[in-house]
C-alpha cells in the first residue's frame, strides 16, 4: 500500500485493480463461510479463495510488467535507430503486450468474482447478502480499472481482441454486481 501511493509510476492503476479484486474474492469466502446454514458454502468459499490467490500476485505482476514496458519506452524514444533497430522494436513489442496480459486476467478475474458473489448471495446466510453485494461491486470495479488500462496504457485499437475480451470481462462483472445490487435494495 505505500508503495501504490509513493508517487511513482508503478504500482499503479493495474495493481490496486489487483488488490480489489483479490479483496472482493476474500469477502465472498467471508460470506460463504459466515453461512452456516448453506452446505455447498465451503466449494464456494474454496473457489473464492483460487480467485484470491491468483489476483493478489497480479498486484507485484503487473507493477514490473509496467515498469518494464516504462522503461523500453524511454529507451525506444532516447536512442535513434541503428543495427539493432528492429530487434529493439519487437524487444518494445513483446514488454508491451506483457502488460497488456496481466490487466487482461485481472479484468477476467474480476467478472469470475462478481458472478460467484451473486452466487453466494443467493445462497448465503441473509445478514451476510450485502457483504456479497459489496464483492460484487469491488470486483466489478477492479474489472472495470483493469480493462480500462488495458485500452488506454497501450493504445490498443477498437478491433483488437484483447480490448474485446476486457470489455467483455467488464460487461459481465458490471451486469453481475448491477442484479446483485438491484436485488437487494
Known amino acids: 500500500m505505500d508503495r501504490l501511493s509513493a508517487g511513482s509510476e508503478a504500482p499503479g492503476g493495474g495493481s490496486a485493480a489487483a488488490l480489489t479484486v483479490a479483496f472482493a474474492a476474500g469477502l465472498v469466502a467471508m460470506v460463504a463461510r459466515g453461512s452456516k446454514e448453506w452446505e455447498e ?9 483460487a480467485l484470491q ?3 493478489a500476485p497480479l498486484a507485484h ?16 524514444g532516447a536512442g535513434g535507430r541503428d543495427d539493432g533497430g528492429a530487434r529493439r522494436d519487437h524487444a518494445l513489442e513483446r514488454k508491451l503486450e506483457r502488460a497488456a496480459v496481466v490487466p487482461l486476467e485481472i479484468a477476467a478475474l474480476g467478472a469470475d468474482t462478481a458472478e460467484l458473489a451473486v452466487v ?8 451476510y447478502r450485502a457483504d456479497a453485494a459489496a464483492a460484487a461491486a469491488l470486483a466489478a470495479g477492479g474489472a472495470r480499472a483493469a480493462a480500462h488500462l488495458v485500452e488506454v496504457n497501450l493504445g490498443v485499437r477498437a478491433g483488437d481482441e484483447r ?11 458490471a451486469e453481475a454486481a448491477d442484479r446483485l445490487l438491484a436485488a437487494i435494495r
Open 61 to 76: 505482476a503487473d507493477a514490473e510488467a509496467w515498469e518494464d514496458a516504462l522503461s523500453a519506452l524511454r529507451r525506444a
Open 120 to 127: 453466494a448471495a443467493e445462497r448465503c446466510d441473509g445478514a
Open 53 to 55: 490467490a491468483r489476483a
Open 41 to 49: 458454502a465451503g466449494g464456494i468459499a474454496a473457489q473464492a479463495l
Open 163 to 173: 480490448l474485446a475480451r476486457a470489455r467483455g470481462s467488464e460487461q459481465a462483472a
